[in-house]
């Protein structure tokens, strides 16, 4: 039996190597980049954070979110951590949940998974883009330009539309189209939310913990805590990768109002400004000690408070106003950065097509397909790498069964 997968990234490498358990099975990799793992490299920011602990059944998304249970039950956190030692890959967990490699490199991720291709002698096609499938009495026949490869079963694993310049592409979703597989509207998800704020240039680099509340035509859309960092064109991090895949979709009105300082009541931001106030401190030092010295200044900045001002000549609605300003500053959302820079794709195939179970087309017998091409994302923090693992894993042993 010949099983070809198209697409050597996270999920099809865990596909190939589950298919390759079935020693009567010739496995067939093929990837259109010239080497595998293309993304899988540049992920959390070089250092892939393979999983996370908490990633078992919540925090997945799209039209059927109960989808991923399945695989991901069957293969989760757990499963995958011991997968990958005995791969060769040694995986530490942070306090926070998230997993990575000890060697703190994605590419131990890439060159272990690699090895282990050669070592089950899983033939590899790269510079192979499979551009044509056809059906055929025996399986599949797949086209790239004048060469053709025949298989029995197939897993499409081409991935998504998101980090294009890392290999995201429409492919899958138009290859599974052909076979008949809809696809829902595609957006992307993980991504930094651009600002209508002229001043945010100011802060570019700048990191703050902070509580940020959306809001979504003045009414609380959600509310969370955790890092936050300014970009040239807007804000980003972990708070905001969050509500990425929502906000601004569907119109509306979008707004973050951020709390510079969570743990702080009013009244005592109050108390400290009053200390300093005592002082003959320029007002442009007045938060210096508090907040980033940047975000500081420009806060004051945007409070309508001169930073050549002296402390002791702020008046009572100009302490209003930089209250306010620290505990409540509102900035509008106006549209999230494109796919481009965007880690994973929110929509995809529409998963009523597949079993949950074996990732089987219910159209197309011994067709499969796993990872993001699929309608399934994941929350930032090693979510989607995980149904990666789990649901190309799920395919590679389902394909890799001998039918009756
Ligand atoms: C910058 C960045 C950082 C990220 N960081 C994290 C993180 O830290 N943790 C996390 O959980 N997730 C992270 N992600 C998301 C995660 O990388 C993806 O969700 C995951 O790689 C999806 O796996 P996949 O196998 O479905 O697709 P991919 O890993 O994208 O693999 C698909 C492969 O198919 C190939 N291909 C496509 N079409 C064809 C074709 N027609 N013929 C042949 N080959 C084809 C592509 O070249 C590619 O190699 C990050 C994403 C990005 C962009």
């Not at 998230?98 to 090895?115: F, G, I, T």
């Not at 499979?130 to 797949?142: E, N, R, S």
């Not at 060469?147 to 890392?166: D, H, M």
């Not at 119109?251 to 003959?280: H, M, N, V, Y």
Request: with cysteine.
């Amino acid at each position: 039996m010949v099983i070809g997968i198209i697409g050597a990234g996270a999920s099809g490498m865990a596909a190939a190597l589950a298919a390759a358990e079935n020693p009567n099975a010739t496995v067939i990799l093929l990837e259109r980049q010239a080497r595998v793992g293309r993304k899988l490299q540049a992920t959390g920011n070089g250092r892939c954070n393979l999983t996370n602990l908490q990633a078992e059944e919540r925090g997945y998304h799209g039209e059927q979110p109960e989808f991923a249970q399945s695989a991901i039950r069957a293969f989760g956190p757990a499963q995958t951590r011991d997968w990958f030692a005995s791969l060769g890959l040694y995986t530490v967990a942070e306090p926070s949940g998230k997993v990575y490699p000890y060697s703190d490199q994605a590419n131990s991720v890439v060159d272990v998974l690699r090895l282990n291709l050669v070592r089950e002698n899983i033939v590899l096609k790269t510079d192979f883009e499979v551009d044509k499938i056809q059906k055929t009495p025996a399986g599949f026949l797949l086209t790239c330009g004048e060469e053709q490869i025949a298989c029995n079963k197939l897993i499409v694993a081409c991935g998504g539309l998101a980090g294009s310049k890392l290999g995201g592409s429409m492919s899958g979703y138009k290859l599974l189209g052909k076979l008949g597989h809809r696809s829902t509207r595609l957006r992307p998800s993980l991504v930094q939310i651009k600002t209508a704020w002229s001043g945010i240039t100011a802060l570019k680099g700048v990191r703050a913990n902070c509580t940020a509340t959306i809001l979504k035509d003045g009414l609380v859309y959600s509310k969370s805590n955790g890092e936050i960092q300014f970009t040239e064109q807007g804000i980003s991090g972990p708070v905001i990768f969050e509500i990425s895949r929502d906000v601004c979709y569907g119109g509306g009105d979008w707004c973050c109002c951020l709390d510079f300082l969570p743990d702080w009541t009013e009244e005592q931001l109050k108390e400290q400004i009053a200390r300093r106030c005592t002082s003959t401190l320029p007002m442009e030092e007045l938060l210096t000690g508090i907040l980033h010295n940047r975000l500081g200044r420009v806060l004051t900045k945007a409070a309508g408070i001169s930073g050549k001002q002296w402390a002791n000549q702020l008046s009572d609605r100009e302490e209003a106003e930089l209250i306010k300003t620290v505990k409540a500053f509102e900035l509008e959302l106006t549209e999230p950065l494109g796919m481009d820079s965007a880690q994973v794709t929110a929509g995809g195939v529409l998963t009523d097509g597949f079993d949950p179970n074996t990732m089987e087309s219910r159209l197309v017998p011994g067709l499969y397909a796993c990872g993001e091409v699929l309608d399934i994302d994941g929350d930032c923090g090693g979510y989607n790498l995980q149904w990666a693992w789990s649901s190309g894993r799920c395919a590679g042993i389902h394909a890799g069964k001998e039918s009756q």
